[in-house]
């Protein structure tokens, strides 16, 4: 892993009540400012967008965000990350942390850690543990922390971030020699199990969706897919240890396993209600 050098002088210890997770001055380490107008609120139809993101930040996308939320957690059997680290006195980074619940329960789980959940947009609930704050930059090159992180982790569709070489550099940077980096990412590209079997149907028309949603990011500078091209892009920053996981997400209740039956109805509720999220933006503006 890359060594991040020590800090000149260390930032204030968190000393807040469960209460607003909103960064105040008291913060020592801060990126954060956040007044309204600079958050570039804006609406398409009926649905409210934030700064740098191509899906709504509205109460209904916070619903779908903790829905897909649940769906990791069947994943990962429960877990919220695989890597094995030790976050007994560690300081913990999640990107694009949307409203916060996985920070939320990382910061639970592990009381003795200090969590920061970093987004370009506000979204986040306001309670939330002691151990665990908000902040909202504009982009990564905002990042001003003056420590560096034993863990980061991001978890997301993977569609919105323009330069990912430059955010696992940026990355690189703050994470403290040994400590991990984790990417969860749920594709959207379905396929059949058997390769030579042609789509038809219902099949056809999820990988339609898959395709004009492709299509539509790329209009945006935006990558659906880059789960494939993770590991060459971080062994390039000299990270090391890596390890790539791939777990079988179903879509419907076709699978005759019961977990995996459960799985993939999840999953379909929770494509089906966030379908428009989805493709609202990318189909009016980027096709």
């Given amino acids: 892993m890359t060594t991040t050098?020590?800090?000149?002088?260390?930032?204030?210890?968190?000393?807040?009540?469960?209460?607003?997770?909103?960064?105040?001055?008291?913060?020592?380490?801060?990126?954060?400012?956040?007044?309204?107008?600079?958050?570039?609120?804006?609406?398409?139809?009926?649905?409210?967008?934030?700064?740098?993101?191509?899906?709504?930040?509205?109460?209904?996308?916070k619903e779908d965000?903790?829905?897909?939320?649940?769906?990791?957690?069947?994943?990962?059997?429960?877990?919220?990350?695989?890597?094995?680290?030790?976050?007994?006195?560690?300081?913990?980074?999640?990107?694009?942390?949307?409203?916060?619940?996985?920070?939320?329960?990382?910061?639970?789980?592990?009381?003795?850690?200090?969590?920061?959940?970093?987004?370009e947009s506000q979204m986040q609930v306001e309670l939330v543990p002691p151990n665990l704050r908000f902040e909202i930059c504009e982009d990564d090159n905002s990042w001003t922390w003056r420590r560096p992180f034993r863990f980061i982790i991001m978890r997301q569709h993977g569609v919105f971030v323009k330069d990912l070489p430059g955010l696992i550099r940026r990355c690189s940077e703050i994470l403290e020699d040994g400590g991990w980096i984790e990417f969860q990412l749920l594709t959207l590209s379905h396929h059949s199990q058997s390769e030579q079997q042609v789509p038809t149907g219902e099949e056809s028309k999820v990988r339609d969706i898959h395709r004009y949603l492709s299509r539509g990011l790329a209009k945006l500078g935006l990558q659906l897919d880059i789960h494939d091209k993770l590991t060459q892009m971080l062994e390039e920053k000299?990270?090391?240890n890596l390890e790539h996981r791939e777990f079988p997400v179903p879509l419907g209740r076709w699978p005759k396993d019961k977990e995996l039956k459960d799985?993939?109805?999840?999953?379909?509720?929770v494509l089906h209600g966030e379908l428009e999220a989805l493709m609202l933006l990318p189909l009016s503006e980027g096709l």
């Avoid at 958050?39 to 709504?56: T, V």
């Fill in 5 to 61: 050098p020590e800090p000149d002088e260390p930032p204030a210890q968190i000393q807040s009540p469960r209460d607003s997770a909103i960064a105040s001055p008291g913060w020592a380490s801060s990126t954060y400012s956040v007044n309204s107008e600079d958050l570039g609120y804006w609406w398409l139809g009926n649905r409210l967008y934030g700064r740098g993101f191509p899906f709504p930040i509205d109460d209904r996308a």
């Fill in 238 to 240: 000299s990270f090391h």
């Fill in 263 to 269: 799985l993939g109805n999840l999953w379909l509720e």
């Fill in 65 to 119: 965000h903790d829905a897909r939320h649940a769906v990791f957690k069947k994943i990962l059997k429960n877990r919220n990350f695989c890597a094995p680290v030790s976050l007994e006195g560690a300081d913990v980074l999640e990107l694009y942390t949307r409203t916060g619940k996985l920070a939320m329960e990382i910061a639970d789980e592990n009381p003795a850690c200090s969590v920061i959940g970093v987004d």
